[in-house]
């Protein structure tokens, strides 16, 4: 049936709406893919560019070079050395337990090593390189890098580690680092995230761990192009980081050798410290140990030796030695008195070898007595119960308040591990920590640094110090951070009588320079070099009543742990104090035989700035002194050495 041109011109309307329609649709379909094309393409280019190159482009934090440690004049105590190790990134490596294996074939690993790096690896982010060794040799890298295209994601890198040039002297000082540990980590709330490389090392003890902030830097990065295989190609760009502040401390590294030469053999401690601005010349610890072998990884059979041995090499006894100061403390008793006014300077005590107490007999150490003694023969002699009765009179609050100006009972704020804060107890302090009440026996006990009394060593330089300038002179170890200056610790007058403060000075010349002192024979002949100090032996065991009826047993006939400490604390010169310094021998038993004799060298030392002269010693002591100085260890005076600050 032919169609009629109606029909005809009706379907070719319909033809031409429909093409219109899918071509329209067509258009849309090509706008809509072109827009996407163009907004992927142009402006989320950028995004797209970075997703690609992630395929390729690794990026690595680098290791700031930790902050230097010099002394006064500039000689290095802690410096950085070239470490060659090896690394490996999980993520390029694919089979770890196969390219471990292929990496001990290479260079030398223990079993346990490769455990250690397995499991370091595992609980490490794929991304993070993981050390495996360290401390290799050239020939070792060199081998792993010829090898290279056989080890995916293994890589040999060469960075920087710490090493302790004066080794042993400077251990309780400076401390050491170690790697980061998870207790670390869980002391921090936001850590850096340089903390999160493994066997990044940090600082653990002493001024390495309490200038952490200042020593570590900030962290650069670089950006490396890797292969398929996780090889490295090329290195596209670096920035560096910041490299940690340099310190410069106020100790002299040779009266520190001199100070632990001194006392080798001995478990002791000594402080040393400027009256004028409280700059801490010296402060040594003994024995001590190498700081070296726990930052490269201390044996077992080492670490046990230390921490086996009576003497407690680990242990800073300048700072975390508590100890009853014995009469080194009856400077402050009679400080409390005479500024309280219940004493004055010319009065006297009888003293027939004990006073009696609510029927307990309190003994003085001279079994005999002294006889009637004033303030300076109290000083002189170390007379006890001159100050049993001094102290019966004033009363335990002021002789607490007046050694807390003396910087007794006060946690000086040096950057050491675990500074302890001694004890100055009073009534308050034993109601709170011992339930029960103050008696007069706990008076006169404390009155000679006895009793509940504890002082450090750095705390009896620091009353010393005090006492010679008559200021509140601060102790300060930093001297300065990358050339600035730190605050001085010259303090302000301690607001005591300067005439009573002249009356116990005196009384410390004469226990060193006039023939009943306590400390004669440890007196120093040259006028110029003249010490005035004190003298201390604080019991650490009790002495029954049977006891000193028998007769009280000598301090060698007994057990190395029973015997008395011995102390000794000293000014220099007399006429113009430059110097304090206190020593602490523990178990050493008189403070007079023990520790006068060696606070008299390390004072002679610090004066004189080099091995202390004979002409200073009485002339009957010079050829014992002269043979005891030829068997000092002391370490070689070297010029400062550049310890690098290597960016390799």
Known sequence: ??????????????????????????????????????????????????????????IRLIPPARGLIFDRYGVPLAGNEQNYRIVVVREDTGDVDEALAKLARIVPLEPDEIERARKEIARRSPFVPVTVVDRLSWDDVAQVAVNAPALPGVTPEVGLSRVYPLGSDFAHIVGYVGPVSDYDL??????????????????????????????????????????????????????????????????????????????????????????????????????????????????????????????????????????????????????????????????????????????????????GGHGHVNLHESLQQSCDVFYYDVAERVGIEKITEVANRLGLGIRHDLPLSAVSQGLTPNKAWK??????????????????????????????????????????????????????????????????????????????DAVSNSRRGTAYRSRVVDPGLAMA????????????????????????????????????????????????????VEHGGGGSTAAAPIARDIALRALHGDLPPLSAYPERQRWEVEERFDKLPLRPSEPPKNTGRSRA
């Open 431 to 508: 109601r709170a920590y011992r339930d029960a009440e103050w008696v007069v026996g706990d008076t006169l006990n404390a009155a000679i640094g006895q009793g509940f009394v504890l002082a450090s060593p750095l705390q009896l330089a620091v009353m010393t110090a005090r006492i010679a300038s008559g200021r509140s002179v601060t102790p300060r170890l930093v001297k300065s951070i990358d050339g600035i200056e730190q605050p001085s610790g010259a303090g302000d007058p301690l607001g005591l009588s300067p005439v009573h403060l002249a009356r116990i000075r005196r009384g410390m």
């Open 186 to 367: 869980s002391k921090l709330e936001d850590p850096d995230p340089l903390l999160q490389i493994p066997r990044f090392q940090i600082g653990k003890t002493g001024v390495e761990a309490k200038m952490e902030g200042d020593l570590r830097g900030k962290a650069g990065t670089k950006r490396i192009e890797v292969n398929a295989v996780g090889r490295v190609i090329r290195e596209l760009d670096r920035i560096d980081g910041q490299p940690g502040s340099d310190l410069q401390l106020t100790v002299d590294a040779g009266l520190q050798n001199f100070m632990e030469a001194r006392m080798a053999g001995e478990s002791a401690a000594a402080v040393v410290v400027d009256t004028i601005d409280g700059d801490v010349l010296g402060i040594a610890s003994a024995p001590s140990f190498d700081p070296n072998k726990f930052v490269r990884g201390i044996s077992l059979a080492d670490y046990r030796a230390l921490t086996e041995n009576p003497y407690r090499p680990l242990a800073n006894k300048t700072v975390q030695g508590a100890y009853p100061p014995g009469s080194t403390f009856k400077m402050v008793t009679a400080l409390a008195a005479l500024e309280a006014g219940v004493l004055s300077p010319e009065e006297t005590v009888w003293c027939p070898g004990f006073k009696e107490v609510g029927g307990r007999r309190f003994h003085c150490w001279r079994r």
């Open 533 to 584: 100090g004190k003298t201390g032996t604080s019991q650490v065991r009790s002495i029954t009543a049977a006891e000193r009826a028998a007769g009280v047993f000598r301090n060698e006939d007994l057990p190395w742990e029973r015997r008395d400490h011995a102390l000794f604390v000293c000014f220099a010169p007399v006429e113009a104090p430059r110097i304090a310094v206190s020593v602490v």
């Open 1 to 58: 049936m032919r169609r009629t041109p109606k029909d005809t011109e009706e379907s070719a309307r319909r033809i031409s709406r429909r093409g219109v329609i899918l071509g329209g649709t067509q258009l849309a379909v090509m706008g809509i893919l072109a827009f996407r094309m163009r907004f992927m393409q142009v402006e989320r280019a950028d995004q797209f560019r970075l997703l690609a190159e992630e395929n390729r482009i690794n």
